[in-house]
């Protein structure tokens, strides 16, 4: 569910362009309370609906408009989404690459006779007619069927463009061979480029139906196999999940299908198996390798508590796991809906494309119409008046505008997941353009986020062990890393009436004892005095770039806890690579300034770009002073305390290792906790934008160029259709090129 209704995916079957896409979406998005996005490439529509609408009535809406739709299966715990992985597998196109052979066949000795006079036997023309005809109408019948339907519902798309040139080619060969002279034994006729302006009924354009259903059945062929190359990213996340697991049962093993477990289920994993879904070690010491899954090339030691994730490969030791979350819950199943709705996603400048694809095609059929008229006008013949016409009709076909964005998005993001770069959708990437600072968290971002406890200075008369002992009680309370370092292996009294004070400390009751650990602010706030020796050993401690956390009770400080974060040995490479992108960095922390200034000059940011001592609210706060500056800010973060400060970013960056709060407020999700991958992500989101871009641009700079010149009578309907095809093929070819991104390590 959502704020506005709930959400569903649907399945469409019988687009054959970005016409169709737009088509159907107009459709949906009549329907009261419905917002719908349907994606050409992957062939599905996302939808929000409020009631009284219903799935079924979206469905039956689809099928109203000439096409099919279906509520697609959920995914198991072990993927599902389904195995094949080549075309063999895909009976649709196995269908339309037997169509192709066959039609390929028969065409290439039609092409050659109508082009290559020293062929042209004796009634060579009615050989062709035989050939040429199977192919017109059982190898077109793809294009025919498609424009018929839409003709039954009052629309037009690239179908009708195909099948009316196709028809017209076929038909007026068929009244030349019969009733011109084109029948005539004997006859002959040579190969042009351009129009023939010879006698009408004279001239056959056998070649040109068949070679244009060839070139396009080619082209569409090409075009849908490229299209599941594009998907196959994800297919293949998907398929890394376990398929069988041993699940302990009354205290034996037994071996069930990985989809069948349930929250709680205790399984083993033994040595070179998977882990079958996310959970944690109850039993075992192994390492794990998460490399398929994160990109991280070296495995994790895990034993008794850790928390371990599914799909990721056992290398060593058994281990006994105790599952926490299964099916759509797990991590696997997360990421893979992301790129899934990544890739179900319309960039702004793709939004402008649909619009003009949808009333694309009646613009080339009155243009089509207006050169026949010209032409015939001009005195230059039914030949080249016709010609001229069914060049038009078919080398405006807008495939290539259609798939300019969804198949770099689906290659883009499929690529990204491989990588761990989990890219939410193209308003992303249009940020990771116009990017100019990137503001990065400190604890967990820059610095390894696992505080170590160095020392405890007690107040005059009071025991180290005991100031230790009532703030690790307090500190219990908390996951913030400061506290875990204090917590330490300790065992701590029990406290009760915990209470967090948002970014200055926190405090409970110990053995009937109101115990305050913090900042010194918070205790002076709350009436403690704060004798010299604690203020000087916290200022002792912040000089070398530590952290000084005070704990006090009864009235005044009694000691010092000195705590320190170690900065992530990759953090100063990441900042270099983040300046090369052009992209300022600004390190902000809730931690004091001294400390924030010692890891700003162990990686490279300069000091005046350190933010210290902020609350949540004043990481937002400063986010929104960047912009109104005329900055467009990235925001790295980790931690619940950045969720704000992500979602207020225009591109909101969060590392995998940290919260769910904080991967939900960001645009990218980079899935291993290295600064470094934030740099090959914006690399990634930049390539790929520019992928789109290059694409849109040969698609329209196509069309535009491609028109006047077939209706100038300089094309004929068979390079017209060649060209067409063409140019659908190489905007997923270019698209696909992105399989070939790198990290820079």
């Given at each position: 569910?959502?704020?506005?209704?709930?959400?569903?995916?649907?399945?469409?079957?019988?687009?054959?362009?970005?016409?169709?896409?737009?088509?159907?979406?107009?459709?949906?998005?009549?329907?009261?309370?419905?917002?719908?996005?349907?994606?050409?490439?992957?062939?599905?529509?996302?939808?929000?609906?409020?009631?009284?609408?219903?799935?079924?009535?979206?469905?039956?809406?689809?099928?109203?408009?000439?096409?099919?739709?279906?509520?697609?299966?959920?995914?198991?715990?072990?993927?599902?989404?389904?195995?094949?992985?080549?075309?063999?597998?895909?009976?649709?196109?196995?269908?339309?690459?037997?169509?192709?052979?066959?039609?390929?066949?028969?065409?290439?000795?039609?092409?050659?006779?109508?082009?290559?006079?020293?062929?042209?036997?004796?009634?060579?023309?009615?050989?062709?007619?035989?050939?040429?005809?199977?192919?017109?109408?059982?190898?077109?019948?793809?294009?025919?069927?498609?424009?018929?339907?839409?003709?039954?519902?009052?629309?037009?798309?690239?179908?009708?463009?195909?099948?009316?040139?196709?028809?017209?080619?076929?038909?007026?060969?068929?009244?030349?061979?019969?009733?011109?002279?084109?029948?005539?034994?004997?006859?002959?006729?040579?190969?042009?480029?351009?129009?023939?302006?010879?006698?009408?009924?004279?001239?056959?354009?056998?070649?040109?139906?068949?070679?244009?259903?060839?070139?396009?059945?080619?082209?569409?062929?090409?075009?849908?196999?490229?299209?599941?190359?594009?998907?196959?990213?994800?297919?293949?996340?998907?398929?890394?999940?376990?398929?069988?697991?041993?699940?302990?049962?009354?205290?034996?093993?037994?071996?069930?299908?990985?989809?069948?477990?349930?929250?709680?289920?205790?399984?083993?994993?033994?040595?070179?198996?998977?882990?079958?879904?996310?959970?944690?070690?109850?039993?075992?010491?192994?390492?794990?390798?998460?490399?398929?899954?994160?990109?991280?090339?070296?495995?994790?030691?895990?034993?008794?508590?850790?928390?371990?994730?599914?799909?990721?490969?056992?290398?060593?030791?058994?281990?006994?796991?105790?599952?926490?979350?299964?099916?759509?819950?797990?991590?696997?199943?997360?990421?893979?809906?992301?790129?899934?709705?990544?890739?179900?996603?319309?960039?702004?400048?793709?939004?402008?494309?649909?619009?003009?694809?949808?009333?694309?095609?009646?613009?080339?059929?009155?243009?089509?119409?207006?050169?026949?008229?010209?032409?015939?006008?001009?005195?230059?013949?039914?030949?080249?008046?016709?010609?001229?016409?069914?060049?038009?009709?078919?080398?405006?076909?807008?495939?290539?505008?259609?798939?300019?964005?969804?198949?770099?998005?689906?290659?883009?993001?499929?690529?990204?997941?491989?990588?761990?770069?989990?890219?939410?959708?193209?308003?992303?990437?249009?940020?990771?353009?116009?990017?100019?600072?990137?503001?990065?968290?400190?604890?967990?971002?820059?610095?390894?986020?696992?505080?170590?406890?160095?020392?405890?200075?007690?107040?005059?008369?009071?025991?180290?062990?005991?100031?230790?002992?009532?703030?690790?009680?307090?500190?219990?309370?908390?996951?913030?890393?400061?506290?875990?370092?204090?917590?330490?292996?300790?065992?701590?009294?029990?406290?009760?009436?915990?209470?967090?004070?948002?970014?200055?400390?926190?405090?409970?009751?110990?053995?009937?004892?109101?115990?305050?650990?913090?900042?010194?602010?918070?205790?002076?706030?709350?009436?403690?005095?704060?004798?010299?020796?604690?203020?000087?050993?916290v200022e002792h401690a912040e000089a070398s770039g530590?952290?000084?956390?005070?704990?006090?009770?009864?009235?005044?400080?009694?000691?010092?806890?000195?705590?320190?974060?170690?900065?992530?040995?990759?953090?100063?490479?990441?900042?270099?690579?983040?300046r090369e992108l052009g992209l300022r960095p600004v390190?902000?922390?809730?931690?004091?300034?001294?400390?924030?200034?010692?890891?700003?000059?162990?990686?490279?940011?300069?000091?005046?770009?350190?933010?210290?001592?902020?609350?949540?609210?004043?990481?937002?706060?400063?986010?929104?002073?960047?912009?109104?500056?005329?900055?467009?800010?990235?925001?790295?973060?980790?931690?619940?305390?950045?969720?704000?400060?992500?979602?207020?970013?225009?591109?909101?960056?969060?590392?995998?290792?940290?919260?769910?709060?904080?991967?939900?407020a960001a645009d990218l999700t980079l899935v291993r906790?290295?600064?470094?991958?934030?740099?090959?992500?914006?690399?990634?989101?930049?390539?790929?934008?520019?992928?789109?871009?290059?694409?849109?641009?040969?698609?329209?700079?196509?069309?535009?160029?491609?028109?006047?010149?077939?209706?100038?009578?300089?094309?004929?309907?068979?390079?017209?259709?060649?060209?067409?095809?063409?140019?659908?093929?190489?905007?997923?070819?270019?698209?696909?090129?992105?399989?070939?991104?790198?990290?820079?390590?």
């Amino acid at each position: 569910m959502t704020a506005a209704g709930t959400e569903v995916d649907l399945d469409i079957t019988g687009m054959t362009c970005a016409s169709c896409a737009n088509r159907i979406e107009r459709k949906l998005n009549k329907l009261d309370g419905v917002s719908a996005s349907v994606n050409y490439a992957t062939e599905r529509a996302s939808v929000t609906y409020a009631a009284p609408v219903t799935p079924e009535e979206l469905v039956a809406t689809v099928e109203a408009a000439g096409y099919g739709a279906q509520v697609p299966q959920p995914r198991g715990a072990a993927g599902g989404a389904g195995q094949e992985t080549d075309g063999d597998a895909d009976p649709e196109l196995t269908a339309l690459r037997q169509r192709l052979v066959v039609s390929a066949l028969l065409s290439v000795p039609v092409i050659a006779m109508g082009m290559v006079p020293a062929l042209q036997f004796q009634s060579w023309q009615w050989l062709s007619l035989t050939l040429a005809a199977p192919v017109a109408v059982w190898g077109a019948w793809p294009f025919h069927r498609a424009a018929l339907r839409n003709a039954r519902h009052g629309a037009t798309t690239m179908d009708t463009l195909v099948s009316v040139g196709v028809t017209a080619a076929f038909a007026w060969s068929v009244v030349a061979l019969f009733f011109g002279t084109a029948g005539e034994p004997g006859m002959t006729h040579g190969f042009t480029l351009v129009a023939d302006r010879s006698a009408g009924l004279g001239n056959i354009y056998l070649e040109a139906a068949a070679g244009v259903t060839t070139f396009l059945l080619a082209g569409r062929f090409f075009e849908k196999r490229a299209k599941r190359e594009a998907g196959a990213a994800l297919r293949a996340l998907m398929d890394l999940g376990a398929v069988e697991v041993s699940v302990l049962r009354a205290g034996r093993e037994e071996r069930v299908p990985a989809d069948q477990l349930v929250v709680g289920d205790r399984f083993v994993v033994r040595p070179g198996e998977k882990v079958a879904t996310d959970g944690h070690v109850v039993a075992g010491h192994s390492a794990v390798d998460a490399s398929l899954l994160t990109g991280e090339s070296v495995p994790v030691e895990v034993g008794p508590g850790d928390e371990v994730t599914g799909a990721t490969l056992n290398t060593s030791g058994r281990l006994e796991v105790e599952a926490t979350r299964v099916g759509g819950d797990t991590a696997l199943a997360q990421m893979a809906r992301l790129v899934e709705e990544a890739q179900t996603g319309k960039a702004a400048v793709q939004r402008l494309a649909d619009r003009i694809s949808g009333v694309f095609v009646p613009i080339v059929i009155a243009l089509a119409v207006g050169t026949l008229g010209f032409w015939l006008g001009t005195g230059a013949g039914a030949s080249v008046a016709f010609t001229a016409a069914v060049a038009v009709l078919i080398i405006a076909c807008p495939c290539a505008l259609g798939l300019a964005t969804p198949t770099a998005l689906m290659v883009g993001t499929g690529r990204g997941a491989q990588l761990g770069i989990l890219i939410r959708g193209p308003e992303a990437l249009e940020q990771t353009r116009r990017a100019s600072v990137v503001v990065l968290d400190k604890t967990g971002t820059v610095t390894t986020g696992q505080m170590r406890l160095l020392d405890v200075v007690p107040a005059a008369g009071e025991d180290a062990e005991r100031v230790r002992a009532l703030a690790a009680a307090v500190e219990s309370g908390s996951e913030h890393p400061v506290a875990r370092a204090v917590v330490g292996d300790l065992e701590v009294p029990a406290a009760d009436g915990f209470r967090n004070h948002e970014g200055l400390g926190v405090e409970a009751e110990v053995d009937g004892v109101r115990v305050l650990v913090g900042r010194p602010s918070l205790l002076e706030e709350q009436g403690l005095a704060v004798p010299a020796e604690v203020a000087d050993a916290v200022e002792h401690a912040e000089a070398s770039g530590r952290t000084a956390v005070v704990a006090g009770w009864e009235g005044e400080a009694r000691g010092v806890l000195v705590v320190a974060d170690e900065v992530k040995p990759t953090s100063a490479d990441a900042v270099a690579r983040l300046r090369e992108l052009g992209l300022r960095p600004v390190l902000l922390t809730g931690d004091h300034e001294r400390a924030a200034r010692a890891v700003a000059a162990e990686v490279g940011i300069d000091p005046a770009d350190v933010v210290a001592g902020v609350l949540p609210r004043g990481k937002v706060e400063h986010v929104r002073r960047l912009q109104e500056q005329g900055e467009v800010v990235a925001m790295v973060g980790d931690g619940v305390n950045d969720a704000a400060a992500l979602a207020q970013a225009d591109l909101g960056i969060a590392l995998g290792t940290g919260t769910d709060v904080a991967m939900a407020a960001a645009d990218l999700t980079l899935v291993r906790g290295d600064l470094r991958v934030a740099a090959d992500a914006v690399r990634l989101s930049r390539r790929t934008l520019g992928t789109i871009r290059g694409n849109l641009v040969w698609a329209f700079g196509y069309n535009v160029a491609a028109l006047p010149v077939a209706a100038a009578g300089l094309l004929s309907p068979m390079l017209a259709g060649a060209a067409m095809a063409l140019s659908s093929v190489a905007v997923v070819a270019n698209s696909l090129r992105l399989r070939t991104f790198r990290p820079t390590d």
